[in-house]
């Protein structure tokens, strides 16, 4: 509990240093909490063992006060300060101090004229110029901004990138390259391909009649920020957003070679590679050979098929069965990235999320999707502005007034808490009133294995949930997965209908791909989603549907893929 306890009275501290704008006593309580905050966090024991031995006197920096509040937290879960400052303030302010140039004042201020309450609402306003027009603010402290979140962005997973956050700005480049009158053909290669939820560098793959002039256009393109070296066949660039490039251009007659060489992974090659060694051919990035002569090189299909092999996705090019799998013709049909009908985990401003509830549903409307289930979060969770029963009763009457308005038709979920001892954070009168809802362990994840893993059988066994969110809670670059019992809560997934998500919020991507691939030998159900927060979000279902395809699902182990119909007839 320290960590939790500690965040609080941190948060706690922040929120004081705005109020003392208007009170000075703030000030001082500010520095108290950040006091406490910081003992508590260097503590060796737990927190909750030193209150039982009546020993929090024993912590340096902790007065009476904050001695209730430690009490009021062991004996609640609550701290009643911490909840009335939050809804005043619901802002994200320990992802915030993470940037350099934003303090808490700076943080409120962009709630205030803005509403944004993270980083990547942050972002998007930054992106389309809203910060620079605020008070005190203009061009110059917009590019610095971007500049440090930048820098904290490539540090948390350290050289690497979200593909999901670049995924656009490959494919306008891409398509620039296509355009110039410089490429025959022009075709994304490595990770990117594979559809890796994060990339090291950028692989692409072109075909010119004039590699002197395709080369020299592409270093001067506006994105490359500097050359690190240019020649005919191959340059290396650093573009804008911090990434490495690599083009290679080549002859058209070994374009599937080179395609199927450079998209990896390495040792997907290798042991591509050990197969045509033992028929007596040689592989290469030139091509497949018997001797002196070419078996198959222009075509990668081709160059599978060879050697004996089924094409296989690059999604599957991991090393993780697919090439047995192909020799034995038992690979999957993968899902199909426009078999997804509808989102089943979003958010709308009603609890954490940026826009309105007609904004998400407009936005879906528009992706063509034919259903989107709103799932927001409960009271339990204040950091997310959770709803209780009164807010969801609401939510409900809201949704009914407006359903008819839009093609898309509106699930109404909830993201609900999974609480200590597994139980639910709405009642199940509230919950059998809802369409599709998710259970999530977002607290109390410190626990023990065994605990852990309790809390999610309670809740799968509870009958009340159709699916848990983001089942190994990771964060990419921040918080490691749950340690919990994987085997024993899908067999209870198995035994109670309950659907595994596969959320495709980049730091989340959880399940993992590779942990996808042995949920599936379970006879489960899966649902993708984007866990989308603002309207833009809504694309993370796309990659969602990446890791389905790379942990080997076909389209009817996915619920989504289903019509509504399907959504509407579950039963719990
Ligand atoms: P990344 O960039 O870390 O996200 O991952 P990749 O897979 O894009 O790796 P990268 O850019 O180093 O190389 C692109 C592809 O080139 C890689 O997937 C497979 C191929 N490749 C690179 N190095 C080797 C190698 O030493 N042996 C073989 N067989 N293939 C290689
Ligand atoms: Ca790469
Ligand atoms: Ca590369």
């Known amino acids: 509990m320290n960590e939790e306890l500690a965040n609080i009275f941190e948060e706690l501290s922040y929120m004081e240093e705005i109020e003392a704008e208007q009170d000075p006593k703030s000030k001082w309580k500010a520095i108290a909490y950040k006091n406490a905050a910081d003992s508590i966090r260097a503590l060796s024991e737990d927190i909750v063992d030193l209150y039982n031995k009546n020993k929090l006197d024993e912590i340096p920096g902790i007065g009476e006060k904050i001695k209730e509040k430690i009490e009021e937290y062991i004996k609640t879960g609550k701290i009643k300060k911490y909840e009335e400052l939050k809804q005043k303030y619901p802002i994200n302010f320990l992802e915030f101090k993470n940037i350099e140039g934003i303090g808490p004042k700076r943080a409120y201020l962009f709630y205030k004229y803005l509403k944004i309450t993270n980083l990547e609402q942050l972002k998007q306003a930054l992106y389309s110029h809203k ?6 603010f203009g061009e110059k402290s917009e590019n610095a901004l971007i500049n440090a979140i930048n820098i904290y962005e490539q540090n948390k997973i350290g050289e690497r990138k979200f593909l999901a956050l670049v995924y656009d700005y490959i494919q306008n480049l891409v398509n620039k390259l296509r355009n110039s009158g410089f490429f025959q053909r022009v075709e994304i290669a490595g990770s990117t391909r594979r559809m890796k939820e994060t990339i090291g560098d950028i692989d692409i ?8 002039k395709a080369m020299d256009y592409f270093t001067h393109i506006e994105e490359v920020k500097e050359v ?9 660039v650093v573009l804008d957003i911090g990434l490495t490039c690599d083009l290679r251009v080549l002859e058209e007659g070994c374009f599937g070679a080179a395609m199927q060489y450079f998209t990896g992974n390495k040792d997907h090659n290798v042991e591509l590679r050990k197969i045509a060694q033992s028929k007596g051919f040689k592989l290469s990035e030139y091509g497949l050979f018997k001797e002196d002569q070419i078996i198959a090189s222009s075509d990668e299909t081709q160059i599978y098929n060879a050697l004996g092999l089924d094409y296989i996705p690059p999604e599957l090019r991991e090393n993780m069965g697919e090439i047995e799998a192909a020799i034995n013709h038992t690979l999957p ?32 409307e528009k992706r063509n999707l034919e259903y989107i289930a709103i799932t927001n979060h409960t009271k339990s969770l204040p950091v997310a502005h959770g709803m209780d029963e009164d807010r969801f009763e609401k939510f409900i009457e809201k949704v009914e007034k407006i359903r008819e308005k839009y093609k898309t038709y509106i699930l109404i979920g909830a993201e609900v808490e999974i609480l200590k001892d597994g139980s639910l954070d709405l009642p199940s009168n509230i919950l059998h009133k809802l369409d599709y809802v998710i259970g999530a362990l977002h607290q109390w994840t410190k626990e023990s294995r065994e605990e852990l893993t309790k809390r999610y059988l309670v809740a799968i ?11 190994t809670g990771r964060q990419i670059g921040s918080r490691p997965a749950l340690d919990v019992d994987f085997s024993a809560i899908f067999e209870a997934c198995e035994k109670n209908n ?12 959880d399940l993992p791909y590779d942990l996808v691939k042995k949920a599936k030998s379970y006879n489960i159900m899966f649902h993708v989603s984007s866990d989308a927060h603002e309207v833009n979000q809504l694309r993370f279902l796309f990659f969602a549907t990446a890791i389905a395809r790379r942990g080997w699902l076909e389209k009817e182990r996915i619920l989504n893929s289903y019509p509504l119909q399907r959504i509407l007839s579950l039963h719990r």
């Open 228 to 236: 690190i070296s240019k020649g005919i066949t191959k340059s290396t």
């Open 333 to 364: 049909k993968l899902v199909e990235y426009n078999e997804i009908r509808g989102d089943l985990h979003t958010h709308t401003n009603d609890s954490d999320g940026a826009n309105s509830l007609e904004e998400m549903v407009e936005e879906a």
């Open 461 to 471: 066994n509870s009958g009340l949930i159709n699916a848990i969110a983001h089942p």
């Open 498 to 509: 309950v659907v595994c998500e596969i959320d495709g919020f980049p730091e989340r991507s």
């Open 131 to 136: 910060i620079r027009e605020l008070p005190g």
């Open 205 to 212: 793959l072109g075909i010119s009649n004039n590699p002197e």
